[in-house]
Structure formats: structure tokens, C-alpha cells
């Protein structure tokens, strides 16, 4: 096992290679379904819900996890509001599908191939192993999460009342409540599902107050198919997981729009109880049969779909605003590498700038909303070049992922982080500057703490004990 682990592999796995085929085999099927290039779309969509639901083989499948999002953001809810799942005047489709869904596949191949070519059997060994010297870790300091999650919430408490610069290491601090999750699970302790369960209810519940979801939908998705790698329980009750995940997308989708309204229009106060009451209203409704689900189901399509803002740049650029040539791409290297001490005038996250500049939409003030990798790819490169940018855009953060899973060989307490540092990459909503201010500095700033934690456990001397080095 080990010597398979230190096997030096570049390009696709042998699994690697058996799912593009069962990807062509699905896609072959999804044609005679639906006809398109949605269907490619879907074949993909199978083969990945696939490999995350009932074949994942290391702790964390990040790069299948970005091509399921990617595909349903980009592909799959545009094609449902072309076929009339929900109709809106500012959030519809803005061309036809038949200029839209071309762009958009190819951009999901480009991106698709680029992520999964370092897909190796070296860094599932590196993962597995990291866990394993882990929990021999955790069976001497058991109380290495609950100080991870007393970190995470002074951390949630200085970024609250800590200046705007700095609130991004607030943000990064809070956030390691998520790697308290990972340790936890990790742990022989035997109240560690009890920890998990508060750690991410204390999470939901954070989330409810700002009425962003992003982050603890991610990772309830993270934490449960990592529970189902350490547990390998049975193909049913996996898809019972599964099914029970995409009902409680659907809940908190269905009154997430009503709650943001409430209390973005001043006419209610943000709390924990408001959200639970209009949740709970609409799943009886919803139960009862005043509300038909079709409803329900159209504004989850429309909430994720992504598509929708670029098919406005589609409309716009080129007719309106010429293409970027990659401007938005070096901007976002200068931001992520320089401090903002030496850039000034450095692009800041969110994608306001870009989203007004190449949608002609106006922003409410105080409003961030991104063009997505996707939407950013075309309105630099065109129909063309987006794709191949997307396929270098992805073996990019293919190597980053590979890289930072290196150093869990040295570390194993950074295993837990690699979530954490790459889940901005996940989103498909990002833009360049956003994902790679988050990637660079997530990756410096979890090394970091990782190599702190093991330096402080170790005394400080090569000597002592090597809690959290590898022997």
C-alpha cells in the first residue's frame, strides 16, 4: 500500500479510464432521451453522481465534486429553464439553446478533462494514509477538534468586528470549524457523530443569519460522502443519503428566496426563527398539497442555475462590449499575489465589476454577484478559446489539489484542510479573481496552521514526540 502510494502516475487512473467510458456508454443512452448537447450534459452528470455516490475511493473526491456542480449549474438547470421549469424576466435564458448549449458543454468538457487528468491512484494513497497516521493523532489529542472549533469561533467573532481588510483571515479562521468536522469523523471518539451534528448545526444555523447557503451545503455534502467512505455502508442506504441531501436542498431552497426577501426589504429581522418558520410553512404546504412542487422544484432550477448570466454575455459580448483577451485573468493573478499594500487598486473579490461590465445588468448597492468561471472564460476567449482556457483553468487547480494532497504525506493534520483551501475551486460561480484569491491564500494560510499545529504538538524539537509529522 504504501509502495503504491510513492508510485510516481501522470494522467488518468485505471478508474479514471473506466468512468469516461461508462461516461460514453451514459451518454450514448442520454441521447436517445433527450437529443442535444444537454445530453452530454447528463451522461456526465450520471457518471459523476456515480463515482461520488457509490464509488468514491478516497476521503475527499474535490475535482468529481466541481464537475457534478459545474454540469448542473451550467448544463443541466439551464436546459430545464429552456424546457419551461421556471420563468423569470431578469433570470431567464437571454439566447436561444441552440446558441448557448454548444458553448456550454464545450466549456464543461474543457473544464472536465483538465481537472480529472491528475486523478490518480498516488493521491488517494496520500489521502488515505494522511488519515490514517491522523487518527493515531486524535487517539492521543482527542481534543484537537473541539480546539480547532473554539478557534473557528473566535475566529467568526473577530471577523465580525475586525476592519474590512481584515476580514478575509476572520473568514479563514471561522471556517476551520469545517476541518473540526473532518477531524471529528476522523476520530475513535464515541461521540463524534454527536460533535459532528452540533458543529454543522451551529453552522446552519450561521448561515440562516446571513442567508448564504453556499458553504454548509457544500460541506454537508463533503462531511456525508466522507462518513460514507469511513463507514462504507450499503449501495441503498447511499442512495437513501443521496435523496435525503437533495430534499434538504429543496427545503432550504424553497425558503431561502422568501427569507432574503423579508429581510433584505427591512420588513423583517434576520434570525434562526424567521428561516425556520417560513421553512416549516412551505414544507407543510408542500405536504398538504397547497403548494404543487412544481413550484418548489422551479426556484431551486432557477436559484441554481448559472447559466443564465452567461447567456447574457452571450447577447452582450461581442455585439455590445468587446472581449476581454484575458484582462479579468491577469488582474485576478496581480490580486491573488500581491498584497494590497503594493496594489492598491487591486480587483477585490465578489465579480461586481466584471458581472455590470459584461452583462450590461445593474447591480443593486451592496450586491456581489459573480460571472461564474464559465461566463468569464467566454467573455475573455469567445466560443473558441473558452474551452481550451477552461481545460488549462482546470489542470491548474488539478495540480494545486495533487500538491497540497503532497504535503499531506509530511503533515497529515492538512488532509483535514484540503476541502477547506479548495472550496471556492467547487463553485461554479466564481470568477478568476475571487477563486484564486481564495485558493492561494486558503492554501498558504491551512499549510500554515497545519505546519503550527505540528511544530507546537512536537515541543518544538525533532526530538519529542511527532504527533502530527509523518514517522
Given at each position: 500500500m504504501t509502495n503504491a502510494a510513492q508510485?510516481?502516475?501522470?494522467?488518468?487512473?485505471?478508474?479514471?479510464?473506466?468512468?469516461?467510458?461508462?461516461?460514453?456508454?451514459?451518454?450514448?443512452?442520454?441521447?436517445?432521451?433527450?437529443?442535444?448537447?444537454?445530453?452530454l450534459g447528463y451522461g456526465l452528470a450520471g457518471v459523476a453522481t456515480y463515482r461520488l455516490v457509490f464509488a468514491q475511493d478516497r476521503l475527499f473526491d474535490l475535482r468529481w465534486t466541481a464537475v457534478l456542480i459545474a454540469t448542473i449549474q451550467c448544463v443541466i438547470t439551464p436546459h430545464l429553464a429552456y424546457r419551461g421549469a421556471y420563468e423569470h424576466d431578469r433570470y431567464g435564458m437571454y439566447v436561444p439553446e441552440a446558441a448557448y448549449m454548444p458553448i456550454?458543454?464545450?466549456?464543461?468538457?474543457?473544464?472536465?478533462?483538465?481537472?480529472?487528468?491528475?486523478?490518480?491512484?498516488?493521491?488517494?494513497?496520500?489521502?488515505?494514509?494522511?488519515?490514517?497516521?491522523?487518527?493515531?493523532?486524535?487517539?492521543?489529542?482527542?481534543?484537537?477538534?473541539?480546539?480547532?472549533?473554539?478557534?473557528?469561533?473566535?475566529?467568526?467573532?473577530?471577523?465580525?468586528?475586525?476592519?474590512?481588510?481584515?476580514?478575509?483571515?476572520?473568514?479563514?479562521?471561522?471556517?476551520?470549524?469545517?476541518?473540526?468536522?473532518?477531524?471529528?469523523?476522523?476520530?475513535?471518539?464515541?461521540?463524534?457523530?454527536?460533535?459532528?451534528?452540533?458543529?454543522?448545526?451551529?453552522?446552519?444555523?450561521?448561515?440562516?443569519?446571513?442567508?448564504?447557503f453556499h458553504d454548509i451545503l457544500l460541506w454537508g455534502a463533503i462531511a456525508g460522502g466522507l462518513l460514507a467512505f469511513l463507514l462504507q455502508p450499503t449501495a441503498w442506504t447511499r442512495a437513501a443519503i443521496a435523496v435525503a441531501l437533495v430534499v434538504a436542498i429543496m427545503a432550504i431552497q424553497s425558503a431561502k428566496h422568501e427569507y432574503r426577501t423579508r429581510v433584505w426589504k427591512g420588513s423583517e429581522n434576520a434570525s434562526h426563527g424567521l428561516y425556520f418558520d417560513i421553512a416549516s410553512e412551505r414544507m407543510i404546504a408542500l405536504c398538504t398539497g397547497r403548494m404543487p412542487?412544481?413550484?418548489?422544484?422551479?426556484?431551486?432550477?432557477?436559484?441554481?442555475?448559472?447559466?443564465?448570466?452567461?447567456?447574457?454575455?452571450?447577447?452582450?459580448?461581442?455585439?455590445a462590449e468587446p472581449f476581454a483577451e484575458g484582462q479579468t485573468i491577469t488582474r485576478g493573478l496581480?490580486?491573488?499575489?500581491?498584497?494590497?499594500?503594493?496594489?492598491?487598486?487591486?480587483?477585490?473579490?465578489?465579480?461586481?465589476?466584471?458581472?455590470?461590465?459584461?452583462?450590461?445588468?445593474?447591480?443593486?448597492?451592496g450586491t456581489s454577484m459573480g460571472i461564474g468561471t464559465q461566463g468569464e472564460a467566454y467573455a475573455n476567449f469567445g466560443a473558441i478559446g473558452?474551452?481550451?482556457?477552461?481545460?488549462?483553468?482546470?489542470?491548474?487547480?488539478a495540480w494545486l489539489i495533487s500538491s497540497y494532497a503532497k504535503l499531506s504525506e509530511r503533515i497529515p493534520l492538512a488532509v483535514a484542510m484540503l476541502?477547506?483551501?479548495?472550496?471556492?475551486?467547487?463553485?461554479?460561480?466564481?470568477?478568476?479573481?475571487?477563486?484564486?484569491?481564495?485558493?492561494?491564500?486558503?492554501f498558504l494560510f491551512h499549510a500554515a496552521i497545519a505546519a503550527g499545529l505540528a511544530y507546537a504538538f512536537r515541543g518544538g524539537s525533532h526530538a519529542n514526540s511527532r504527533n502530527l509529522d509523518r514517522s
Open positions: 508510485e510516481p502516475e501522470v494522467g488518468f487512473s485505471t478508474y479514471g479510464k473506466t468512468s469516461l467510458q461508462i461516461a460514453l456508454a451514459a451518454t450514448a443512452i442520454s441521447l436517445l432521451l433527450a437529443a442535444g448537447w444537454a445530453s456550454a458543454v464545450s466549456c464543461l468538457i474543457g473544464f472536465a478533462v483538465g481537472i480529472l487528468f491528475f486523478h490518480t491512484k498516488k493521491e488517494r494513497w496520500s489521502q488515505i494514509l494522511a488519515a490514517r497516521q491522523l487518527r493515531q493523532v486524535l487517539l492521543r489529542r482527542p481534543d484537537l477538534p473541539i480546539i480547532l472549533f473554539a478557534v473557528s469561533l473566535l475566529g467568526s467573532t473577530a471577523s465580525a468586528i475586525s476592519p474590512a481588510a481584515l476580514g478575509f483571515v476572520g473568514y479563514l479562521f471561522a471556517n476551520l470549524k469545517y476541518t473540526a468536522v473532518v477531524l471529528f469523523l476522523l476520530s475513535g471518539r464515541s461521540d463524534r457523530l454527536v460533535w459532528t451534528g452540533a458543529v454543522l448545526g451551529y453552522a446552519f444555523l450561521e448561515s440562516a443569519a446571513s442567508s448564504l412542487i412544481s413550484e418548489v422544484f422551479g426556484g431551486m432550477v432557477l436559484r441554481l442555475n448559472q447559466g443564465w448570466i452567461t447567456s447574457r454575455i452571450i447577447q452582450v459580448v461581442p455585439a496581480r490580486s491573488s499575489l500581491l498584497p494590497r499594500i503594493l496594489a492598491s487598486n487591486k480587483a477585490g473579490a465578489g465579480g461586481r465589476e466584471n458581472f455590470e461590465r459584461f452583462t450590461h445588468l445593474d447591480l443593486s448597492r473558452a474551452p481550451i482556457y477552461l481545460m488549462a483553468y482546470g489542470l491548474a487547480i476541502p477547506n483551501t479548495f472550496l471556492f475551486a467547487l463553485k461554479a460561480e466564481g470568477d478568476f479573481v475571487t477563486v484564486s484569491n481564495f485558493v492561494t491564500k486558503g
